[in-house]
């Protein structure tokens, strides 16, 4: 694959609004560069597909297909696609760029995991799958590749779908060899289900395996099965039974090793039949794996920033002079939570304004007043005041509502650490925009929707009718009415 030629068709299909800069990765047909969004300010992962070089003439529009499907996919812990298209020969996808290590780079260094952050993985990387379950959308590929981990410590899953698409491409090319040598075709031999390996039908159990060959090898520190050949691998996930995990791992708890041996069983009917099951088993057995974040080395190292950034602080008499809250404020605030991607007052930049009118978040005759898009976990999530709405704009739908008749709240939520959640509460309607905003998000908001809410409620007092003035009453006390002696009936005598 010609990477430079690749690359500068791929500038070329974006044109202006996108500018391609380095290789992330690649193999076989496709490749990933690093882009910057320049309409909203951020770097972006760019999928890109030389049709070309593909095995088959339908591949390409078969992955369009199945991306525009699994594009409808909004999750915490699921890779969000911002956009899709094809152009001549270029086909492309375009990603949150997640500036953190797979799974697989993770294990490569670790070898193996602590108990309590592989069931964290796993039961995130469980409630992404129940999700996209809940869609009727199988990954048949999870494996430690497309399992992502960001800068906070949260997992996402990235790939959906793309298995099926290739699949079904190389399908309608005769001739063409079951397995590539990348596992690219119908997935990885060594995550692969026994349904799978044997060509059968899939369904999410199928998923459910697979996450469960993760967990071992997090845990293990290889898979369960493995061999010289992919021939070899399949047959072991047909007819062996994994070693038990205790075997490697004696703190791994009872509990959990009960549930990883559920999620192996060959025969799917003895699986967990959901993967919110799965979730919901791995909290049971161990219930620090409903936390969010997971330490991975990148998080030490920030922690250790954070230490000597306190000691230069105590060297230079700084912490001296402020308040304890203060100062665990203050380095929360610029060392721990990273700077918006947008935070934009009137008048936005003419790139922002073009795209909001696009997308119809601002409609004729209103007037933006701030654009606001946080860093980190919901980065694919803009929220919109204008002089009359209220919008939330996110990668596939608006959602608008009228400024004077919504409620906006910003609740402080401890869930694997200190977040903020940001709700709009309209008549039958409970929006949640934000579920994980930082202590920086939260500092920036509050001002600008408090704003608005003032502004709004002046709005109101002006255009009320003036109410009807009550009349004053005398503070003087009134004369009683003259006392009138009642007559007698005296009759005069004669």
């Known amino acids: 694959m010609d990477l430079a030629a690749l690359q500068q068709r791929l500038q070329q299909a974006l044109a202006s609004e996108f500018t391609v800069g380095p290789l992330l990765g690649e193999g076989g047909f496709a490749a990933v560069f690093r882009a910057r969004d320049n309409v909203l300010n951020r770097d972006v992962a760019v999928k890109v597909l030389d049709v ?220 967990f039949q959901m993967a919110s099951e799965v979730s919901r088993a791995l909290v049971g057995a161990l219930p620090t794996a409903a936390r969010d974040r997971v330490h991975i080395p990148l998080r030490r190292r920030l922690r250790s920033m954070f230490y000597r950034s306190l000691v230069g602080l105590s060297v230079a008499g700084c912490l001296l002079s402020i308040a304890f809250a203060g100062g665990a404020a203050a380095v929360a605030y610029y060392v721990f939570s990273k700077p918006p991607r947008i935070a934009a007052h009137a008048p936005l930049s003419d790139n922002l304004a073009r795209m909001l009118r696009a997308r119809g978040a601002l409609v004729a005759g209103d007037v933006a007043s701030y654009a606001y898009q946080p860093a980190g976990q919901e980065d694919s999530t803009l929220l919109l005041l204008t002089r009359h709405r209220t919008v939330v704009v996110t990668p596939h739908q608006v959602r608008s509502y009228a400024r004077d008749s919504v409620r906006r709240d910003i609740d402080l939520e401890i869930h694997g650490g200190l977040s903020f959640r940001l709700m709009i509460y309209a008549p039958r309607i409970a929006d949640t925009v934000y579920r994980s905003l930082s202590f920086r998000d939260m500092m920036q908001l509050r001002p600008e929707l408090n704003r608005t809410v003032e502004a709004a409620a002046t709005k109101r007092r002006a255009v009320a009718p003036p109410a009807a003035r009550p009349r004053p009453r005398s503070t003087t006390p009134s004369k009683p009415p003259p006392r009138t002696r009642p007559r007698t009936g005296t009759r005069r005598r004669p």
Do not use: W
């Not at 799958?129 to 199988?138: C, D």
């Not at 397995?179 to 799978?196: D, F, K, N, R």
């Open 52 to 271: 070309e070089l593909a095995p088959s003439a339908v591949v390409a529009e078969r992955f369009l297909r199945e991306a525009q499907t699994v594009a409808r996919l909004e999750h915490p812990h699921i890779v969000p696609i911002y956009k899709v298209g094809r152009q001549e020969e270029i086909f492309y996808l375009i990603m949150r760029c997640i500036d953190g290590p797979s799974l697989r780079q993770l294990l490569e260094t670790q070898k193996t995991l602590s108990v309590g952050d592989a069931a964290r993985i796993a039961r995130q990387v469980a409630d992404a799958l129940a999700y996209a379950h809940s869609h009727e959308i199988v990954h048949r590929d999870i494996k430690p590749d497309n399992i992502l981990l960001d800068k906070s410590g949260h997992a996402l899953v990235t790939d959906f779908g793309i298995a099926k698409a290739a699949q079904a491409a190389q399908a309608a090319t005769p001739g063409s060899p079951r397995l590539t040598s990348e596992g690219m075709i119908v997935g990885t031999p060594e995550y692969m289900s026994p349904e799978q390996a044997s060509d059968d039908s899939l369904d999410g159990r199928s998923d459910v395996y697979s996450l469960g060959i993760v967990l071992y090898q997090m845990l293990a520190g290889s898979p369960p099965f493995e061999g010289l050949s992919s021939a070899a691998i399949l047959a072991q996930q047909l007819t062996e039974e994994p070693e038990p995990i205790r075997r490697h791992r004696p703190d791994v708890p009872e509990e959990m090793a009960v549930v990883l041996d559920k999620m192996l069983q060959k025969n799917r009917s003895k699986r």
